[in-house]
């Protein structure tokens, strides 16, 4: 319990806490996350080609992680910079998009390492397009950027901030007993509070979610729409972090994580359901237009690249551009994609996917 606003947190209390977080509640909640973590695993391993999930749900978790900063994109105009059809980025798509690589650069980087510090930094590096510092000047702080009250001072010197990361580091990979998704929620907990670096801290500690719940094996893929919850109760985020400074107030937040993670979970299950029903219809809509379309292919870059370009069936070695441009424009035509300007060049818009996606709420 820290009462004291206005002075850096140096001694920040060990984890895991002294009190028993896993209680009769937080267990529950633990086991319905796991099933929904576990439902939607088995769901993707069924699929195919889970391509449409790596390229999709990442740039939705970078669009509302980045706005939980201030920083605001709209999901479509995200998604048409991650395809090449917009003209132009903006300083916020820009940082969005460098999230989506931090999250991707995290993910391969588990293939032979696992969540530490030297990768957190790595992460923060990709996510502000320059080399991330560990604090090593006084006065950062959370609070009223207008009135300077301060909410929340995270602790000062560089090498108090490493002693508290080496800490965190081990405490993820101690052998504790605690459950693997509330070892996620007290580690978010703990990276936010030690706060290391200059900017980046909250998205970092986002992406660091993810690669803790693949790290474990809860999670193959970061397919995970954790941010979107984050987002929805943004209000409650940042006040359920800092009932766990001021009130030891662990309980509550576990179950903030633990509600995210089983509601996300659901969301993107139901997502590979819809998708999965949409994609053998779209694949009948285009066999009725032209049954000469190689239309099982077609339908797998539409499902893949919403924004879909010329070019990319003809790299699919699916036909010669004059060919690929009459096959999406009779498509068009047949109202089953919709074409559009794109600077110089057209892309074809497989719109019923990106309503999908831009329009299904979370579950509450």
């Not at 796991?34 to 993707?44: N, P, V």
């Not at 510090?117 to 560990?134: F, K, N, S």
């Not at 009135?147 to 001072?153: G, L, N």
């Amino acid at each position: 319990m820290w009462e004291h606003s206005d002075r850096p947190h140096q001694d920040l209390p060990a984890l895991p806490p002294s009190s028993d977080v896993e209680t009769p509640t937080v267990l529950k909640a633990t086991v319905a996350a796991s099933r929904a973590l576990a439902r939607l695993d088995g769901a993707c391993k069924r699929l195919p080609d889970p391509t449409m999930l790596i390229n999709v749900i990442p740039l939705m978790e970078a669009q509302a992680s980045s706005e939980i900063e201030n920083i605001v994109t709209t999901n479509d105009e995200l998604f048409r910079a991650a395809h090449g059809a917009a003209p132009d980025l903006t300083p916020p798509v820009k940082e969005a998009l460098r999230y989506r690589e931090a999250l991707s650069a995290g993910f391969r980087a588990l293939g032979t390492r696992p969540v530490t510090t030297t990768l957190a930094t790595e992460i923060c590096t990709h996510i502000q397009g320059r080399p991330a510092r560990i604090r090593d000047t006084p006065g950062t702080y959370i609070g009223n950027p207008v009135t300077k009250a301060r909410i929340y001072t995270p602790p000062e010197g560089k090498d108090v901030i490493l002693d508290h990361l080496s800490a965190w580091e081990r405490f993820v990979h101690d052998d504790h007993g605690l459950d693997p998704l509330v070892v996620m929620a007290l580690a978010h907990y703990q990276f936010e509070a030690i706060h290391p670096f200059f900017d980046g801290n909250g998205r970092t500690g986002r992406v660091l979610n993810l690669l803790l719940l693949i790290e474990t094996g809860l999670l193959d893929l970061p397919i995970l729409y954790l941010s979107g919850h984050i987002m929805r109760h943004k209000d409650e985020y940042y006040r359920q972090l800092n009932a766990v400074t001021h009130e030891d107030a662990w309980e509550a937040w576990i179950l903030f994580m633990l509600a995210g993670v089983e509601s996300t979970a659901r969301w993107t299950l139901e997502l590979v359901d819809s998708t999965d029903d949409m994609r053998a219809s779209m694949e009948t809509d285009i066999r009725a237009v032209n049954p000469r379309l190689p239309a099982g292919d077609i339908t797998r870059l539409l499902f893949t690249q919403p924004y879909l370009r010329i070019e990319n069936v003809v790299d699919a070695a699916l036909a010669q551009r004059q060919t690929a441009s009459k096959w999406l424009t009779d498509l068009a035509d047949a109202g089953l994609i919709q074409k559009e300007r794109a600077g110089r060049s057209v892309v074809f818009v497989n719109t019923r996917l990106l309503s999908a996606l831009f329009t299904t709420p979370l579950p509450e």
